[in-house]
């Protein structure tokens, strides 16, 4: 992590943090302008949460707030590393592997002089590219772009249509180009009714057996991240008795070239964001914030005539050596071998599968994220949080269960592996849950949010100056 004395002479920093806030350069230049230039970045953003306008990293559910202006300058200036090398920001990251991190761009790609780019090397570059490539993603799951997003100077010349130019957040070029939005709102409300329609209960009795599964995008193979994407792809699954995990909206599945089956069920996905009255330019007065929602429809890759995809999972299992620190710090009992993960209580270890059975893309994330629900686990025992275990099938089983998957979530945020919600997010679920009717399972829900927010700081506290390693 730099120093402000870095972060105000390099222009791919200033790019990155800019992205990685939501804020424009601009906005972070004058902001850090007091602050001696070895303070840590981390830490000016930590002495900005007393201030009228306080500046975070941004989560997964506040990625709408991001200022349209900070991520086109950065589509920009990468758009001219992209013209200059005749390549999109993909290739130019594909071509950065195996390199060192002080090798010049002009060395790696072997490309024509260039006054500005030149001696830029993998090091200064690399972590602007893939932060960049996170938000190509993310556009590409709001669907307001016909096709993906494949090269910065694509979402440049989108961003920058005069009709977009007066707006200020993305959440607002969401608004104006959803014009599905209440089509969506009243197929959400179907979703609701025909749940409740076929089984009042469907709420307490998929908290009563509660499953550890993730969900991905079966075009970009990316995570439905948000708490809420989870929880409800979780009950439609069970409800429907789904067995995959890959989901895509109709147009995706189409231009992947398949069907949706006839009455194909649909499913709710959640983009939850904060909206400020003024984001980028109050220093002193109060902040007014509103919250919002986008809700997108998907379909199970079961209610897809002849899919033959399989479950998306993980491959090569990439050291975190922040977390693997943590663990022996604990003394954590963790064991491996061949079969299921679990938190032997009597015996007080972890068994957790070899790190080679994690196979896919995401195999790190995969691997950890694992972990990190048994280690939630494992705080439970009377010598540490003291929770209530009960036997498979019963409440209080599938009650810890639900503590171990948020704090899960919880710490994946923690630990760098995903932009996940922040914990007092769990609020936001009487946003729209109120018109389930089911508000004690909601306590439930909060309750075990709560829980599992002990658990996480039991288990790790990241400090504002920590660095995590990839």
């Known amino acids: 992590m730099s120093n402000l004395a870095e972060f105000r002479n390099n ?16 906005n972070l230049l004058k902001r850090c302008e007091g602050p001696h230039g070895n303070t840590q970045f981390n830490s000016f953003l930590q002495k900005t949460a007393s201030s009228s306008s306080p500046i975070d990293w941004l989560d997964y559910d ?21 013209a200059w090398l005749c390549l999109p920001y993909k290739q130019i990251l594909q071509g950065l592997e195996r390199k060192h991190y002080k090798t010049s ?33 993310y556009l590409d799951s709001l669907e307001i772009y016909k096709g993906d997003f494949n090269s910065a100077q694509e979402v440049f010349d989108y961003l920058n249509k005069p009709l977009f130019r007066q707006l200020k957040r993305l959440v607002n070029i969401v608004e104006i180009t959803s014009s599905n939005w209440d089509i969506d709102e009243r197929v959400f409300e179907n979703i609701v009714n ?12 998929w908290l009563s057996n509660a499953q550890s599964l993730n969900h991905y995008n079966a075009k970009t193979h990316r995570e439905y991240q948000s708490l809420y994407s989870w929880f ?8 429907y008795g789904y067995k995959c995990n890959m989901w895509a909206t109709k147009s995706q599945w189409e231009t992947l070239g398949f069907k949706l089956k006839e009455e194909a069920k649909p499913a709710p996905v959640f983009h939850y ?36 995809g399989e479950n998306y999972s993980n491959i090569k299992v990439i050291p975190l050596k922040t977390l693997e620190r943590r663990i022996d710090e604990l003394a954590i009992d963790i064991e491996h071998g061949y079969g299921e993960a679990y938190y032997d209580y009597a015996a007080d270890y972890i068994m957790m599968p070899y790190k080679e059975t994690f196979k896919a893309k995401n195999a790190t994330k995969a691997y950890y994220s694992t972990i990190l629900h048994e280690m939630v686990h494992w705080t439970g025992h009377e010598n540490r949080c003291s929770r209530k275990f009960g036997q498979r099938g019963d409440n209080d ?25 922040r914990s007092e997010s769990i609020a936001y679920i009487g946003s729209w849950i109120d018109r389930l009717n089911v508000k004690d399972s909601m306590a439930l829900l909060e ?9 996480s700081n039991y288990i790790y506290v990241p400090k504002r100056d920590d660095e995590l390693e990839e």
């Open 62 to 82: 506040d990625a709408l707030n991001a200022s349209i202006v900070g991520l086109k300058h950065a589509a920009q200036q990468i758009a001219d590393l992209e």
């Open 11 to 26: 222009d791919f920093i200033q790019l990155e943090y800019a992205l990685a806030t939501g804020r424009t350069v601009d």
């Open 194 to 205: 025909e749940l409740e329609k076929n089984n009042k209960n469907f709420v307490p009795e």
């Open 105 to 137: 761009l002009s060395q790696i790609f072997n490309s024509k002089e260039n006054g500005y780019w030149d001696e830029v090397t993998k090091g200064e570059i690399k972590s602007l590219l893939k932060e960049f490539d996170w938000w190509c993603g």
């Open 273 to 308: 964001f904060r909206v400020e009255e003024d984001f980028e330019n109050s220093l002193v007065q109060d902040q007014q914030a509103s919250f919002g929602r986008k809700v997108s429809i998907v379909y199970n890759a079961d209610e897809v005539v002849n899919y033959t």
């Open 447 to 455: 309750k075990a949010a709560k829980f599992a927010n002990r658990a």
């Open 397 to 421: 089983y599938a009650f810890e269960e639900l503590v171990a998957e948020i704090g899960s979530s919880f710490l994946c945020a923690r630990f760098g592996l995903t932009k996940k919600i």
């Open 232 to 239: 409800f792809l979780s009950i439609c699954s069970q409800a």
